[in-house]
């Protein structure tokens, strides 16, 4: 199996993937849920929440933190997690771009 040649593609373009890829899983996008719903930085309560293991969680986590999309403060011997607001805003932004050209399905094979 090759190597993926990004620089072939445009910077938008490798964002977009590098976000969606982290995004890419059921727990992750369960996290950021939690997280938006909770309107508040939030601690150990996602073991809880979510039913999965502090080592899962930790390493959902550390996905959502590589693309920026959460970030932590740490509080004693605690974490706590919020949303990036600039970070979310730029990807639905990004998003919303791909999504607006639409597809014409008379144009379909």
Not at 83 to 107: A, C, P, R, S, T
Request: include cysteine.
């Amino acid at each position: 199996m090759g190597v993926t040649k990004t620089e072939i593609f445009t910077e938008q373009q490798n964002n977009l993937a590098t976000s969606l890829k982290a995004l890419a899983h059921p727990a992750r996008i369960a996290i950021l849920q939690y997280i938006i719903k909770q309107n508040a930085c939030i601690c150990n309560d996602l073991v809880e929440e979510l039913g999965l293991a502090q080592a899962t969680i930790s390493q959902h986590l550390k996905e959502l933190k590589s693309i920026g999309i959460i970030k932590g403060s740490i509080e004693g011997t605690s974490v706590c997690y919020c949303i990036d607001e600039n970070v979310w805003q730029k990807l639905k932004n990004e998003l919303n771009m791909f999504f607006v050209d639409n597809v014409g399905v008379d144009k379909c094979c």
